[in-house]
């Protein structure tokens, strides 16, 4: 299947199949490769899953126009896996926040920092409902990471956003200030729009430092939680191993 | 097929399955998820494409047990549709490598220091010969994120690195000089080794420098050669669009 796969990737390559475009039928896909209709049709399923192609039910094969979003899920799996740990997303983050707060100081646009200003204001209107909060918060920082204007540098902040959320659910009962948190992204937001590149990479850092303090006690509560149903279940702990 | 492989993420999750660990048979995982044996069938080759489970024929299928390698296709997919500049790549790598030299010179353990002097003296014994010189230097990239310590970070920078690997074949041509090349890489190495923080950092930008006049050189001659056709078909040309 890996093969097949790699040799749709060279008619990209080539130029003859271009992004956005279909792909061929089957029938004539599958000669062109010189490979059994079988076996392109399970290529075409994991490149499919991969999000590197699209299947459209009833209009056919397209090769996908835009990847960032799919990369994601490798982080994810990996924190799963426990491959990567919480902290090491946010050693992650303190290389790439404040570098990425100076480019968007610098060449942040209009639409950039429209984005930004749109989802502060959906921060701002839900710091009572966490969940709402989150997706607005979530959106703040994909404007941030896009107003970077380096495509590179902002799939690698949505993969490391999306493996992060889940531990972002986690520690949003534990911020006992909303409206703190809130002023933390406005500030931000404020030195991007004034193009202060030290501003900007010094309120990045503080939001950093806030939002690591938040993991440690998170990662200590879950301890502590651990401890308790030690204690509690010592027989059945015993029973084990 | 995304929802059979969110099911199984979930187990993964809850601990019922761990990396590594051999998947139940067919029939009783189908089972398991409440799925049918073809819907189970699809959703498993989709994972083994995207390199989150492995089948060993005779064996049966495996949780993966580590992702790293796999989450470079993503970055080369999207250099191959346009969606990534190599300059943004370029850009990436100027702002993760200084701070990864720096945790390397922290952190770097013996086992990391010693694949990065056996790539290193590699690239000794093969000034001579360009594509073994390479294979080496990529070694010794690896070897260096490897001495941050971090996964994630490592992971990140094994992206960019499998997406850089076409394009470093075509500008090594362009080194005039290797004997140089490689003492830049040296210099790298004895940072680390000394655990010289400020020095590391200082080597790295300097390869940095280097890496990306080359870069520019290259494109440049790309354009050149464009321009040069153009000049050849003008009729061709003319014919199209």
Redesign the interface.
């Known amino acids: ?2 093969n097949v ?1 790699r040799r749709i ?1 060279s008619l ?2 080539n130029g003859e199949l271009k ?1 956005g475009s279909r792909l061929p039928p089957e029938p004539q896909l599958a000669a062109l490769l010189g490979v059994s209709r079988s076996s392109l049709r ?1 290529a075409l ?6 999000g ?1 192609i699209k299947a459209r039910p009833g209009h056919g094969t397209y ?6 979003r ?2 994601s ?3 994810q ?2 924190l ?6 919480y902290l ?2 946010y ?2 983050r303190q ?2 926040e404040p ?1 990425v707060a100076a ?1 968007a100081a610098r060449r942040a646009t209009k639409s950039d920092l429209d984005s930004m200003e749109l989802a502060l204001r959906g921060m701002k209107a839900s710091l009572q409902q966490p969940e709402q909060f989150m997706v607005n918060e979530l959106a703040f920082h994909e404007g941030f990471a896009q107003a970077s204007s ?4 902002q ?2 902040m949505q ?2 956003y999306g ?1 992060l959320a889940e531990g972002r659910k986690r520690v949003l009962p534990l911020i006992d200030d909303m409206l703190r948190n809130y002023q933390r992204h406005e500030r931000i937001f404020i030195a991007i729009q004034k193009r202060d590149v030290r501003r900007a990479r010094q309120a990045v850092i503080r939001d950093l430092q806030f939002a690591k303090a938040l993991l440690r006690k998170d990662l200590q509560a879950q301890e502590e939680l651990r401890a308790k149903l030690r204690r509690l279940e010592p027989v059945s702990l015993g029973t084990k191993s």
Do not use: C, Y
Not at 63 to 68: D, E, K, R
Not at 150 to 153: E, G, L, P, R, S
């Open positions: 299947m890996d796969a990737e990209v390559r992004p399970e399923k994991g490149l499919v899953f991969l590197l090769i996908q126009a835009s990847l960032g799919a990369a899920r490798h982080f799996w990996m799963l896996l426990k491959e990567i740990k090491e997303l050693e992650l290389i790439l570098a480019l380096n495509v590179a540098i799939t690698t993969m490391m493996a």
